[in-house]
């Protein structure tokens, strides 16, 4: 039986600009299951962030999605490449929202200040479900409120977005995100423009909402905490590309690409040394992309002739874990 929701294939968003292109997406291949959790991770730049927006086609000018697919299995029989939509069309704008809501990184930007909250939950609600009444789709807010846990949310739903504290706007956005019941729910970066001790309270209740809602979610961070909370399935991304992925457990009990590697050193821990170590180097402009393993000029293990030369290949280490170096090249031929 597929247990399929998403399925991306090859996927390459560039953006043309004056200086060159960037990669920011180049071709990369995932899927995410039914009710699974897939967490994308990587330092600023890698891509995170473009991927989860080209899912639903809402990147950024100039951004332009130029090969792949993502295959939305709507239902048993109708798969939809989201790929192939006019990004300003009716079935794309139908499926943002319904099918798939996003969480963005910043509920500011993404929250209207001249707005009550309750008006733009309302709003959201109505988009897709021009069958409800105001006051239907009202207590449907009401409720949604009350699901991420508002207080009053009687009260709280004629409140403006400045009105509420940074952890209370965050659930509005989560609240929006969900008014429609989507299959998919996409949450970049959720705990960074909130502080520390509400981080858990949020992953907690996007675990619970999960499981209330039946959903899927794609969750991107560069916090491996907030990865191990949460994900089933994990994503490194690096310079666009898929370095490593694998089951929570693979990357986090048996890492293999020397970028998570040296990411998993760089995570506070209670038992480490003073001094957390730090990924040495830089991530190379976008302009200036290395010849060879985009990683190399950072990776301890290089081969000199080799890394700096030639792209790695992808290999399956394991079954379901896949690495993107040569340093597994003869792993793979003793496998075969
Ligand atoms: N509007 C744009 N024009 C040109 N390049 C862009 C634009 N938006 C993003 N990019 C580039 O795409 C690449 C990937 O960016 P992306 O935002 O996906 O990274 P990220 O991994 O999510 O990082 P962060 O954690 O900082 O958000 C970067 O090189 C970025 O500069």
Redesign the pocket.
């Given at each position: 039986m597929n247990n399929k929701l998403l399925e991306v294939k090859n996927l390459k968003t560039y953006?043309e600009?004056d200086q060159g292109t960037?990669k920011?997406v180049d071709g990369i291949n995932f899927f995410i299951e039914k009710q699974k959790t897939v967490g994308i991770v990587?330092?600023?730049?890698?891509?995170?962030?473009?991927?989860a927006q080209s899912i639903i086609q809402i990147?950024?000018?100039?951004?332009k999605i130029i090969d792949g697919e993502v295959l939305f299995y709507k239902n048993e029989k109708e798969i939809i490449d989201l790929a192939k939509l006019d990004p300003k069309g009716k079935i794309i704008r139908e499926i943002r929202g319904k099918e798939i809501g996003y969480i963005f990184?910043e509920p500011m930007t993404a929250l209207s200040p001249i707005h009550t909250v309750g008006s733009q939950i309302i709003e959201a609600i109505r988009i897709h479900n021009s069958m409800l009444t105001k006051k239907e789709a009202r207590k449907k807010a009401i409720t949604l409120l009350k699901n991420v846990g508002i207080p009053s949310p009687e009260k709280k739903i004629n409140d403006y977005t400045f009105q509420l504290s940074g952890g209370m706007r965050q659930r509005v956005m989560i609240a929006m995100a969900l008014s429609c019941n989507p299959k998919l729910l996409i949450a970049d970066?959720p705990t960074t423009a909130i502080d520390v001790t509400l981080q858990a309270q949020i992953i907690k209740l996007l675990k619970d909402l999960q499981k209330k809602y039946e959903m899927s979610i794609l969750i991107?961070t560069?916090d491996l905490a907030v990865i191990a909370e949460m994900a089933d399935e994990v994503i490194v991304?690096y310079l666009?590309k898929i370095v490593e992925s694998g089951t929570v457990f693979d990357i986090f009990d048996n890492p293999k690409h020397p970028y998570t590697k040296a990411l998993l050193k760089s995570i506070p821990n209670k038992t480490s040394k003073k001094y957390l170590d730090t990924i040495k180097g830089m991530v190379p402009d976008?302009f200036s992309i290395p010849n060879g393993c985009e990683f190399e000029p950072r990776c301890e293990f290089s081969i000199k002739g080799k890394c700096n030369k030639y792209k790695p290949p992808i290999i399956e280490i394991k079954k379901g874990q896949f690495v993107r170096c040569f340093l597994y090249e003869k792993a793979c031929e003793e496998n075969e």
């Open positions: 953006f600009t960037v920011a990587g330092e600023s730049g890698s891509g995170k962030t473009v991927t990147m950024p000018w100039p951004g990184q970066e991107i560069h991304m666009g976008a």
